[in-house]
Nanobody
Framework: QLQAFGGGLVQAGASLRLACHISGIQKDYYLIGWYRQAPGQERELVASIWKDGKNTYYAGDVKYRFTISRDNAKNSVSLQMNSLKPEDTAVYYC?????????WGQGTLVTVSS
C-alpha cells in the first residue's frame, strides 16, 4: 500500500507537507501520484512524479503552490502545499499512476478554514 500522512486543520494561506510511505507494491512503479477527493466530488489527480524525480505534473489549480518530490532511497513521496485555500480541503491519497485499487490507503484529511 501507499500510505499518506501529514494532514491537518490549517487556516487559509498556511502550508502543510504531506508524506507518502510506499511499501508492499509488487512492481517498481515509475510514476507516483497524489490524489484528492473533496466532499461530494470525484477523486482527482493533483500531482505526479516520475522515478527520476525530475519530471513532474501538476493540476492547474495547484501549480505554483504545491511541490511534489520523491526520495527513492526512503520509498517516500512528499507533497509540499503552500498558500492553501479552502477549496483545497479534501482527503489526500497517494497511489501509482494510473491508480490501482489495491494500493489506495486511508488517505489523510486536509481541512483549510477561511
Amino acid at each position: 500500500q501507499l500510505q499518506a500522512f501529514g494532514g491537518g486543520l490549517v487556516q487559509a494561506g498556511a502550508s502543510l507537507r504531506l508524506a507518502c510511505h510506499i511499501s508492499g507494491i509488487q512492481k517498481d512503479y515509475y510514476l507516483i501520484g497524489w490524489y484528492r477527493q473533496a466532499p461530494g466530488q470525484e477523486r482527482e489527480l493533483v500531482a505526479s512524479i516520475w522515478k527520476d524525480g525530475k519530471n513532474t505534473y501538476y493540476a492547474g489549480d495547484v501549480k505554483y503552490r504545491f511541490t511534489i518530490s520523491r526520495d527513492n532511497a526512503k520509498n517516500s513521496v512528499s507533497l509540499q502545499m503552500n498558500s492553501l485555500k479552502p477549496e483545497d480541503t479534501a482527503v489526500y491519497y497517494c497511489n501509482v499512476q494510473p491508480p490501482l485499487a489495491p494500493y489506495w490507503g486511508q488517505g489523510t484529511l486536509v481541512t483549510v478554514s477561511s
